[in-house]
């Protein structure tokens, strides 16, 4: 998730645990914690592709936050010791914050290696969108209420912060189990529907939001991508577009080649652009606007030829143009920027 959510988040975890002794310092430090996962972001990994597959590595592991929760919370509670929290309800509050940042950042598409260093399989279960604002603004409502009410009204300060925790759950909870069952079942409905020869199938929300779900199914020549509006009953129109993986002959056993295949699940497509061979990863984004794409080979004498690997920019589109297209698709509209 975004660096606010997150540290709404951890302020909102941190002053639930820590507010009766602290009063805003268990916010703050709840905020601060709750950000210092996503400093890995800040760490070069050795290039292109390594950065982007190794961001939400080690520093987002179960086990690693686990063991680094007691070294923070041990300074933690010798400087606040005059507060009167022990040392139990700092370990508490910053394995809770620490805990519950890689679990939201795992309910993304983008892929959160939790179980490091047993496995670097990147779980990423598409229920919300990287920025939400229907996850987010609870947060930060139960967040500025507990402080504005503070030491005058503590038990309505708490009551406040549990509530905007309670709401933010809960709409987790129903993008998770509802909306995403919702979605791959019309997906699922929609391929069986036109036969379609695919290999793998998701369906994520759409960007800030989750009651536009994009479809994404991959076949071996070919991906096809629609757009489902829960609770309009409309049925799901896939547009196909090629994919070309034999042009990765000469070149599959590069490193960067097999990590973007494994990190991506399969969900990539590649295609050649201006003698490039790119590998596009298919979850984030939509047709023609990808976040991320790699140049791994080229073209020569009709055969393809390792490069230097190096980011590949689809562009995107203005910020007012995809809220607007989306609103259209939604309506089952014609679209310049989608295609559904």
Known sequence: MDSLTQAALGAAVGGA?????LGWRGFAWGAALGTLPDLDSLVPMGGPVADFTYHRGYSHALAVVSVAAPLLAWPLQRLHRHRGAGLRRWLAAVWLVLVTHVLLDACTIYGTQLLLPFSDYPVGLGAIFIIDPAYT??????????LALGRRHPGRARRCNAAGLALA????????????????ARADAAI?????????????????????????????????????????????????YPRAP?????IRERWAVTRLQAFTKGFYTVEERAGAVVI????????GYYAFAFV?????????????????????????????ELAACARGEATRVLTC
């Not at 603004?137 to 507990?146: K, M, R, S």
């Not at 759950?169 to 791959?184: E, K, M, Q, S």
């Not at 034999?246 to 000469?250: H, K, Q, S, T």
């Open 246 to 250: 034999a042009l990765l002959d000469g």
């Open 137 to 146: 603004l609870p947060l930060v409502a139960g967040v500025v209420a507990a």
């Open 17 to 21: 645990v820590l507010g009766p002794r």
């Open 192 to 240: 069986e529907r036109a036969g379609l020869p695919v290999e793998r199938v998701l369906a994520t929300p759409t960007a800030f939001n989750s009651l536009l779900w994009r479809i994404v199914a991959v076949g071996r020549d070919a991906h096809w991508e629609g757009f489902h509006a829960l609770g309009t009953g409309r049925e799901v129109r896939l547009t196909r």
């Open 169 to 184: 759950t809960a709409y987790l909870a129903w993008t998770d189990r509802g909306a995403a069952v919702g979605g791959a």
């Open 296 to 324: 791994v080979g080229e073209r020569r004498d009709g055969r393809t030829a390792a490069v230097p690997v190096r980011r590949f920019e689809h562009g995107r589109p203005p910020l007012d143009v995809v809220v607007r």
């Open 280 to 287: 596009t990863d298919l979850r984030m984004g939509q047709a």
